[in-house]
Nanobody, 118 residues
Framework: QVQLVESGGGLVQAGGSLGLSCDGSAVSITFARMGWYRQAPGKQREVVAIITRTGIDYEGSVKGRFTITKGNNRNTVNLQMNSLKPEDSAVYYC?????????????WGKGTLVTVSS
C-alpha cells in the first residue's frame, strides 16, 4: 500500500522550472529522513536530494539548481527544480526512511514523470 504520493511532474522546456511535492501524511510514523530519487530509462535509480533533521544533501549535478524543503505538514517534502536540463528527465520518486519501518526502513511513492525538452 503506497502511502507516499507525489505530484507536480510534467513537461517543461530546458531552462524552465518545475516543483514536486510529496505527501506522506498518511504514514503513522514520522520519517527520520525524506528525499527524492530519480530513474531515467535504462539507468539505475539515483538519489537527487535528501533532507534530515540535521541537514540536506544533493547529488552533484543538481546542486545550485534544485532545492529540497520540508512541507508544512508532517512527512511532506518538496523539490523545486530550476534551470532544468534534458538530462534531468526521469521518473522522480519520493522516499521516506525510518529504522522502525519493516525491512530496510524505506518507503517509496509510485513516482512522477518529469520530461525536459531541448
Amino acid at each position: 500500500q503506497v502511502q507516499l504520493v507525489e505530484s507536480g511532474g510534467g513537461l517543461v522546456q530546458a531552462g524552465g522550472s518545475l516543483g514536486l511535492s510529496c505527501d506522506g501524511s498518511a504514514v503513522s510514523i514520522t520519517f527520520a529522513r525524506m528525499g527524492w530519487y530519480r530513474q531515467a530509462p535504462g539507468k539505475q535509480r539515483e538519489v537527487v536530494a535528501i533532507i534530515t533533521r540535521t541537514g540536506i544533501d544533493y547529488e552533484g549535478s543538481v546542486k545550485g539548481r534544485f532545492t529540497i524543503t520540508k512541507g508544512n505538514n508532517r512527512n511532506t517534502v518538496n523539490l523545486q527544480m530550476n534551470s532544468l536540463k534534458p538530462e534531468d528527465s526521469a521518473v522522480y520518486y519520493c522516499w521516506g526512511n525510518h529504522p522502525l519501518l519493516p525491512g530496510d526502513g524505506d518507503m517509496w511513492g509510485k513516482g512522477t514523470l518529469v520530461t525536459v525538452s531541448s
